[in-house]
T-cell receptor, first 115, second 110 residues
Framework: NAGVMQNPRHLVRRRGQEARLRCSPM?????VYWYRQLPEEGLKFMVY????????ESGMPKERFSAEFPKEGPSILRIQQVVRGDSAAYFC?????????????FGQGTRLTVV | GEDVEQSLFLSVREGDSSVINCTYT??????LYWYKQEPGAGLQLLTY?????DMKQDQRLTVLLNKKDKHLSLRIADTQTGDSAIYFC??????????FGAGTTVTVRA
């Protein structure tokens, strides 16, 4: 059973381009979480999705950022018109269910650099 | 609030004990966690403690929780070079959201 797979591992985009980050949860996991880690900071919650539904997007910037978790395929975090401040590591985690007793498993992250 | 704070760096000699400290603000936290991040890797859950406990031991790891002071610590006994990594303290703010500290970089020297 492979772990949480994120790709690409590293992504370089010029200002104004779009960035698409992919996350394939562990097999059997239908809950996905995205976190962002800015340099020298801890991970900050962005969004929580279940299959085809956004449950909580309170940590997502209101503009340019969107996330989806379709019925088939990976979860996608999409950043439009990237700016330098979007440079960060983006981590995805998945769990089989929600709730306090559920452990979330993290992927290796995608390191986005905006030049 | 959901602020979690921890010191940024710790240097320790191989074979000594490491102690990483963390403070948090959310008194309603029910679970507190320690994650390890090695270079280029994702976060690995090391251990966690439920808020009604004050200590948990797991092989070389000992977690101490002082709920009154909202202080959490992780002690690594007989620290090895493979323990060099960034260690994150995290609290579960609600059913699914984790709040992380900035991470403590532990460097083990020979």
């Amino acid at each position: 059973n492979a772990g949480v797979m994120q790709n690409p591992r590293h992504l370089v985009r010029r200002r104004g381009q779009e960035a698409r980050l992919r996350c394939s949860p562990m097999k059997g996991h239908s809950h996905v979480y995205w976190y962002r880690q800015l340099p020298e900071e801890g991970l900050k919650f962005m969004v929580y999705l279940q299959k085809e539904n956004i449950i909580d997007e309170s940590g997502m910037p209101k503009e340019r950022f969107s996330a989806e978790f379709p019925k088939e395929g990976p979860s996608i975090l999409r950043i439009q018109q990237v700016v330098r401040g979007d440079s960060a590591a983006y981590f995805c985690a998945s769990s089989p269910t929600g709730g306090r007793n559920t452990e979330a498993f993290f992927g290796q992250g995608t390191r986005l650099t905006v030049v | 609030g959901e602020d979690v704070e921890q010191s940024l760096f710790l240097s320790v000699r191989e074979g000594d004990s490491s102690v990483i400290n963390c403070t948090y603000t959310d008194s309603s936290s029910t679970y507190l966690y320690w994650y390890k991040q090695e270079p280029g890797a994702g976060l690995q859950l090391l251990t966690y403690i439920f808020s009604n406990m004050d200590m948990k031991q797991d092989q070389r790891l000992t977690v101490l929780l002082n709920k009154k002071d909202k202080h959490l610590s992780l002690r690594i006994a007989d620290t090895q070079t493979g323990d060099s990594a960034i260690y994150f303290c995290a609290e579960r703010a609600n059913d699914y959201k984790l709040s992380f500290g900035a991470g403590t970089t532990v460097t083990v020297r020979a």
